[in-house]
């Protein structure tokens, strides 16, 4: 069965540099979640997608934004990257009817 | 508001048994539960919905204590793939699928 794909798996940026992460939802599901897992810690919502309309925001700073294409896929961009960016990015997907997210591997985001 | 979890770790040995409890102060609609392997993306283990069944994974099952706003997360005779963090999620005030997990509870299952 697919999954969700993310890309790319790993990122090393230097401080104050730019990334842009990218989430292929399972298909056909209709929102995209965005997480940010520091070492150690549960996972915090970013911000949500729900056909490509942004549905919902949590602790995403300013320097972040999001958008959902016409694909449905996501991206994440970054700019002016701190040290306290360093963690592991995920992306889930669901169908809006369902209450399930399906979890993506992951972007292992290192800031030096 | 962040759920919480207890305990924060426990150590078994195989084929003993284990309980993780999710609490929140506010009312709960449902709570998710999630297993996640170091270095891993967490994996969808069940969902308990408000006047919903207990329901079960394997030999994993989970309560919904509506009244306490409460859910228990049971582990029977557990086995090694069953080490990892298991976090509770609860939505946020939105409803928009936006989970808040609870902080973890570490589980490490021993020969």
């Known amino acids: 069965a697919a999954g969700v794909i993310q890309s790319p798996r790993h990122l090393i940026k230097e401080k104050r540099e730019t990334a842009t992460l990218k989430c292929y939802p399972i298909p056909r599901h209709d929102t995209v979640y965005w997480y940010q897992q520091g070492p150690g810690q549960d996972p915090q919502f970013l911000i949500s997608?729900?056909?490509?309309?942004?549905?919902d925001k949590g602790s995403i700073p300013d320097r972040f934004s999001a958008q959902q294409f016409s694909d449905y896929h996501s991206e994440l961009n970054m700019s002016s990257l701190e040290l306290g960016d360093s963690a592991l990015y995920f992306c889930?997907?669901?169908?809006?009817?369902?209450?399930?997210?399906?979890f993506g591997p992951g972007t292992r985001l290192t800031v030096l | 508001q962040q759920p919480v979890q207890s305990p924060q770790a426990v150590i078994l040995r195989e084929g003993e048994d284990a309980v993780i409890n999710c609490s929140s102060s506010k009312a709960l609609y449902s709570v998710h539960w999630y297993r996640q392997k170091h270095g891993e993306a967490p994996v969808f283990l069940m969902i308990l919905l408000k006047g919903g069944e207990q329901m079960r994974h394997e030999k994993i099952s989970a309560s919904f204590n509506e009244k306490k706003q409460q859910s228990s997360l049971y582990l029977t005779a557990s086995q090694l793939s069953y080490s990892g963090t298991y976090f509770c999620?609860?939505?946020?005030?939105?409803?928009?699928?936006?989970?808040?997990f609870g902080q973890g509870t570490t589980l490490q299952v021993k020969p």
């Open positions: 999620g609860t939505y946020g005030s939105s409803n928009t699928g936006k989970l808040i």
């Open positions: 889930a997907s669901s169908l809006s009817s369902s209450h399930e997210q399906f």
């Open positions: 997608f729900y056909e490509k309309m942004q549905s």
